[in-house]
């Protein structure tokens, strides 16, 4: 379609001038949700000995390598080893050490007898044992030490987002702080004269107000601080004035990125596009929904999007745009959603010459063959049928039409 950018192109501009923050050493309690800046070595063996990965006996195989429940061996227990001990009994030819999950291997014992390998299992754990199992090999149910990393190996690379799992894997490794990227704060402001709170009566003419919320949770689950919510009139000094607070290098709200829904389209109140004409550049990109958009980077390096103010373009422009400068501002190693191939449960209408996003729900019933259903009729209003969406279908600007049956490309957001 003539005049269009490409959404490829559009991107390309925001990416640059997306800068990585600075990074800052933290402490891993704090450390959720950032990214690292630099890799994370281990401190210590991973694990730091050869531990128990059962409930049972520490034993000599060469003991017991011919026990059958026909030929049980007997083995006398001389020591009890929890989980925690220092303890290293020595064990002698016959004897046995009881053992608990996590408590280190006597080093005098190369193989562990679990409980229920047992005549009597725990119940008849002290005093003499019959072992009624051989276990399979020498080191049979030990965890070796550095097994699963050795101290100074990389154990999370630069560029890792730290979720609960991430974090569990640093603490495992002995580390207590972490090098992250600082995280980006975000300001977001709803334009439009329309707007009210929710739940507050409604005259004609007035609409909840809905798009600040979506995209400051969207910033939020992208890693980023919301450091002011608002919406605005279509009256411009207010926009100036928020604006001049948010972008303030002495205030407590100073952003680093400003989110505007609203006021970027071609009507006769636009307010963002009036105010700051010359600081940001509006485009129109070769998609839907979501074609009119604004981007600009203040002198002092603060980054201005300016999405539409349909709820379903706002939040399909973030997904688009806000989104991956948000993860290149924190050094992501990877700033795209997954994105699987799936069949169309049903079919729809595509927009000539753009690229369509469409919110879509994903039928898991058959989990060998999942597939897409429109969550929407496709309006960029609908606001309501956004709240169903779990993905985006991304159909290419060349297709005429997505029938049942047809595989497409879903972008997976949930």
């Given at each position: 379609m003539s005049g269009l950018r490409t959404?490829?192109?559009?991107?390309?501009?925001?990416?640059?001038?997306?800068?990585p923050l600075e990074a800052e050493r933290v402490a891993l309690d704090a450390a959720h949700g950032s990214t690292l800046r630099e890799p994370v070595l281990a401190a210590v063996d991973l694990p730091g000995f050869d531990n128990s990965a059962m409930d049972g006996f520490a034993v000599r195989f060469a003991d017991v390598a011919a026990a059958s429940p026909d030929a049980?061996?007997?083995?006398?227990?001389?020591?009890?080893?929890?989980?925690?001990?220092?303890?290293?009994?020595?064990?002698?030819s016959g004897q046995a050490a009881r053992i608990m999950t996590g408590a280190p291997v006597p080093t005098t014992a190369d193989a562990i007898v679990p409980f229920e390998d047992t005549a009597g299992g725990l119940a008849d754990s002290l005093g003499a044992i019959a072992v009624q199992r051989a276990p399979r090999a020498v080191g049979a149910h030990i965890r070796r030490a550095g097994e699963d990393a050795g101290t100074g190996d990389e154990v999370l690379a630069a560029g890792t987002p730290l979720g609960p799992l991430q974090l569990a894997a640093v603490a495992a490794a002995g580390v207590a702080e972490v090098v992250v990227s600082r995280r980006p704060r975000v300001a977001v402001i709803s334009t439009g004269s329309e707007l009210t709170e929710p739940g507050a009566p409604l005259r004609r003419g007035r609409i909840p107000e809905s798009n600040s919320r979506a995209l400051s949770a969207l910033a939020t689950e992208a890693g980023a601080v919301v450091v002011r919510r608002t919406s605005v009139s279509d009256e411009g000094g207010e926009l100036d004035r928020v604006l001049a607070e948010v972008t303030d290098a002495a205030s407590p709200e100073r952003a680093d990125v400003v989110i505007f829904s609203g006021g970027v389209s071609a009507g006769a109140y636009e307010v963002v596009k009036t105010t700051l004409a010359g600081t940001m550049e509006f485009s129109k990109v070769a998609m839907q929904p979501g074609k009119p958009q604004g981007f600009g980077r203040l002198p002092g390096g603060t980054l201005l999007f300016g999405l539409p103010g349909n709820p379903v373009s706002a939040a399909v422009s973030f997904e688009v745009f806000v989104r991956p400068a948000l993860l290149r501002m924190q050094g992501r190693g990877d700033l795209r959603r997954p994105v699987i191939a799936v069949p169309?449960?049903?079919?729809?209408?595509t927009p000539p010459g753009r690229r369509q996003y469409l919110p879509v729900t994903i039928d898991r019933a058959d989990p060998r063959r999942w597939s897409a259903r429109p969550a929407t009729s496709g309006g960029s209003h609908l606001a309501g049928g956004l709240g169903r969406a779990e993905a985006y279908a991304v159909v290419p600007a060349e297709v005429d039409a997505v029938a049942a049956g047809d595989i497409v490309d879903v972008m997976l957001i949930s």
């Open positions: 959404v490829e192109r559009h991107l390309d501009d925001v990416l640059a001038a997306a800068a049980p061996v007997t083995l006398h227990v001389i020591a009890d080893l929890p989980a925690g001990t220092a303890d290293d009994p020595a064990l002698g169309a449960a049903a079919g729809w209408r």
